[in-house]
């Protein structure tokens, strides 16, 4: 029969299993969505190391350019290799970040992703994701009570909600950024600011869905 602390690991790291694979879809997400634009400015020259997703024929708004970083000299490749990583990062996430090792293959996958045009901004995620990574099969970190038991079963019952809230708020930073488009707001710097703003309450959101991992299932049980 189990322990009570030993229900409480199998739940954080459940919890924890499921926020890094958000996490990492949301990292590949950001590599399709850089490798898309970089296709369509097509089989030319980057300008160097640091580069700009959206090109001038593509450009919506004045910071919609979505900078990134490549290491391949074409905007073509890089943006096909962006799009194949990308893609690798969400299937090894969703199906096999818990695995031995899931920990540094997701960074690995992130890293080279970030080099072949994935993305600047998306680095915040990816080592939110990889520290979530390395809790995954680990007891619940003593920063998982500082709530009251009601307060962690309530996040773990909605810890789903949390989790499609902070994807919602992801797909509105994603459209702001490539389209500058927020309704009844024409302002550049605040349509920039919202962006922002999304993408720190979408971070706070998974976090939140973090915190009520110790709570899971949590039953009385005697040995």
Request: aromatic residues 10%.
């Amino acid at each position: 029969m189990q322990t009570t602390s030993q229900i409480e690991e199998v739940a954080a790291s459940s919890a924890a299993r499921t926020v890094a694979a958000a996490l990492g879809v949301a990292v590949g997400i950001s590599g399709i969505d850089h490798g898309f634009f970089e296709i369509l400015q097509g089989n030319t020259a980057t300008p160097g190391l640091f580069i700009q997703a959206i090109g001038p024929d593509q450009l919506m708004w004045v910071n919609g350019t979505e900078d990134a970083f490549t290491i391949i000299p074409n905007f073509l490749l890089t943006g096909i290799l962006s799009i194949l990583v990308g893609v690798a990062m969400i299937i090894w996430s969703v199906r096999h970040v818990d695995m031995p090792g899931g920990s540094r293959i997701f960074l690995g996958l992130g890293l080279l992703m970030f080099l072949v045009g994935g993305g600047i901004g998306m680095l915040a995620f990816l080592f939110f994701g990889w520290w979530v990574t390395k809790r995954i099969h680990r007891p619940p970190a003593l920063w998982a009570s500082l709530f009251s038991t009601p307060v962690n079963q309530t996040l773990t019952r909605i810890r789903p909600v949390l989790i499609s809230a902070a994807f919602v708020l992801y797909a509105i930073a994603l459209e702001i950024a490539v389209t500058g488009w927020v309704p009844g707001v024409s302002d550049p710097t605040l349509c920039l600011a919202i962006c922002w703003i999304s993408l720190f309450l979408m971070m706070g959101l998974f976090g939140l869905a973090l915190f009520g991992a110790p709570a899971n299932d949590r039953v009385e049980v005697t040995v």
